[in-house]
Nanobody, 123 residues
Framework: QVQLVESGGGLVQAGGSLRLACAAS????????MGWFRQAPGKERDIVAA????????HYADSVKGRFTISRDNAKNTVYLEMNNLKPEDTAIYYC????????????????WGQGTQVTVSS
């Protein structure tokens, strides 16, 4: 079992920045790929960014390329999502998720989920 706890969401003006963190704990936390997903009201849960267990492979949704950066600190079992130049359309609940070793882009492929953190970007 892997437990995930997100932090760092909040309200920010357009053009601002936030950093989300996802702390993992449990037996296999050090060998899990991590993904950040987001879900706005009435919409699907979509991939935002993902990273392999060793940090050597990453993926970004086209809508966030150049603005968001995913990274991980395996000594702390924590994954970060640095979000810059935020836009109102980035408003959603952001979830981190874990699966073994290599990332996937579909939420159905992830085994463990955090509780989510709200990100609201005002115009």
């Amino acid at each position: 079992q892997v437990q995930l706890v997100e932090s760092g969401g909040g309200l920010v003006q357009a053009g601002g920045s936030l950093r989300l963190a996802c702390a993992a704990s449990g037996g296999t936390a050090s060998t899990t790929a991590m993904g950040w997903f987001r879900q706005a009201p009435g919409k699907e849960r979509d991939i935002v960014a993902a990273i392999n267990w060793n940090g050597r492979g990453t993926h970004y949704a086209d809508s966030v390329k150049g603005r968001f950066t995913i990274s991980r600190d395996n000594a702390k079992n924590t994954v970060y999502l640095e979000m810059n130049n935020l836009k109102p359309e980035d408003t959603a609940i952001y979830y981190c998720a874990a699966r073994p070793f290599n990332y996937a882009t579909k939420h159905q492929m992830y085994d463990y989920w955090g509780q989510g953190t709200q990100v609201t970007v005002s115009s």
